[in-house]
Each structure stands twice: as structure tokens, then as C-alpha cells.
């Protein structure tokens, strides 16, 4: 197979031995670890055809980037640890002719647990996730980064990835913290923010995913979805709106 898989992660132990498993046919597998914790280095090193990169985290698109630098092919699949490739998905990267001039966009399968997710928004999310590193590359946003697509074709690609980000309420409850500063972080000082902002954002974000993407058909699992999107963009801007205060203070001073 001329794919390298490139993965970032810290803290993956509970998910990444199924990701790899779904890797094993892959010659080359990057795992760029920025920090792990919880024994996350020791289950990649179970699997012959990864290596191991220890690193710094700086931002997403940057950090990928570095994390592709090491891939051997310079076709590169970009998968998080709580990914998996499906049958399909493999074949199609086994035997498909990739143009290199195109972004290929994977289609995603989303699970609560192990609960198919078919509304919320979640189902079947169309993805840039693998592109020819000699080619293009992702932007250097430090969160919602993406593959810098100007001039590129962009094609889908057979096959699905099945997501398993959430394990437990507990995982919302992490992410919607460590994502709404990420962004606070990387818009301060440049976005206005407000109280109300924040306030009307989670409302509306609950509204829509619950009702307009109909979460409700999803059963409890919508609901949890659609508050924790709803608790995301109220924490995303309410820390952005503190941040720009602390920033117009210190100027101040």
C-alpha cells in the first residue's frame, strides 16, 4: 500500500488499539503522541508497523503537518485514535489510482458507545482526510484546520470511517472544555464576543440539533449531543469574551 497513516494523539489508551487493529495492513503508521499519560505509547508499540513520534502540540493544522513530515508515502490518511477503517475503506485505498492533484473525502460513521448516531448532524459527515503531502497540506490553524485545497480536485473516496469519539458523558464533558479554549484561544483578539453572544450561540446550537437535525430521533444520545453542543458554544464564547477582556486590561496597564 503506498498510504501512510499519520495519527495525533494524547491520552487515546481507551480507543487506539481498535483504531491500529483497522490499521494492520498499512506498512507505514505514524503516531505523533504529544504528552500521553495513560499508557497510550506502550499500545502503539504493540503493532510492528507503527512508529512512534513524541512530540509538542502547537495547534492542529501545525501539528499535523509535523506529524505527516515522517510518513514515509507521500499519499498521507490522516486518522484520529478513536477512528476506524472499515473493509470497504481499505480496499478502495489498496486498489484505487489516487490523483495526486485531489483531496479525497471520506465519508464518517458515528457512534455514541457503541450506538449508531444517524441524526444530530453526525451521520454521514463528508471529510478531507487524505491528499499527497508533496502536493498540498493542512492550513496552520490552531483548531479547525483543514487540508489547503486552491487548485485541487476534491473526490470522494469507497469506504467509511467509524467515528467512536464518545465513550462516556464524561468525554463531552473533557472535550467541550479543551475545544471551546482551543478556540477562545486562537480568536482572541481578533472576534468580538458578549454575554449574550454566548448565550443565543448555545441556544440556537441546541435548537438546531435537537430539532432542525432532529437529535430526538437519536433518543437519549441526541439529547446528550445536543447539549453538549449547546455547552460548547456557550463556553467557547464566553471564554473568548473573558480573554479579550484580560487582553484589553493588560493593555490598559
Known amino acids: 500500500m503506498t498510504v501512510s497513516a499519520v495519527m495525533i494523539v494524547k491520552n487515546g489508551a481507551r480507543t487506539i488499539r481498535r483504531s491500529l487493529e483497522s490499521l494492520r495492513e498499512f506498512d507505514d503508521v505514524i503516531v505523533y503522541d504529544n504528552g500521553s499519560s495513560d499508557g497510550t505509547q506502550a499500545i502503539a508499540g504493540e503493532f510492528s508497523n507503527v512508529r512512534l513520534v513524541e512530540g509538542e502540540f502547537d495547534g492542529f493544522g501545525t501539528t499535523k503537518n509535523r506529524a505527516a513530515s515522517y510518513a514515509k ?30 483531496i479525497y473525502i471520506v465519508n464518517f460513521l458515528a457512534y455514541y458507545k457503541e450506538i449508531p448516531i444517524r441524526h444530530c ?109 449547546m455547552a460548547t458554544n456557550f463556553y467557547k464564547y464566553i471564554k473568548l469574551y473573558e480573554m479579550n477582556l484580560e487582553q484589553k486590561s493588560k493593555r490598559g496597564n
Open 73 to 102: 508515502h507521500d499519499w498521507v490518511l490522516i486518522i484520529d485514535s478513536d477512528e476506524v477503517v472499515d473493509d470497504a475503506l481499505l480496499q478502495a485505498l489498496k486498489t484505487e489510482e489516487l490523483d495526486p492533484k485531489a
Open 121 to 229: 448532524g453526525w451521520n454521514n459527515q463528508k471529510i478531507r482526510r487524505l491528499y499527497n503531502k508533496r502536493v498540498t497540506r493542512f492550513n496552520d490553524n490552531f483548531v479547525h484546520e483543514n487540508i489547503l485545497d486552491e487548485g485541487m480536485k476534491k473526490l470522494p473516496i469507497s469506504g467509511n470511517m467509524k467515528h467512536y469519539s464518545y465513550m462516556s458523558i464524561s468525554d463531552f464533558i473533557v472535550k467541550l472544555d479543551r475545544y471551546s479554549t482551543l478556540f477562545a484561544t486562537d480568536n482572541v483578539g481578533k472576534k468580538s464576543s458578549s454575554p449574550a453572544k454566548a448565550f443565543f450561540n448555545g441556544l440556537y446550537s441546541f435548537f438546531r440539533t435537537y430539532i432542525l437535525k432532529r437529535g430526538f430521533l437519536d433518543g437519549y444520545a441526541g439529547l446528550i449531543i445536543a447539549f453538549s453542543h
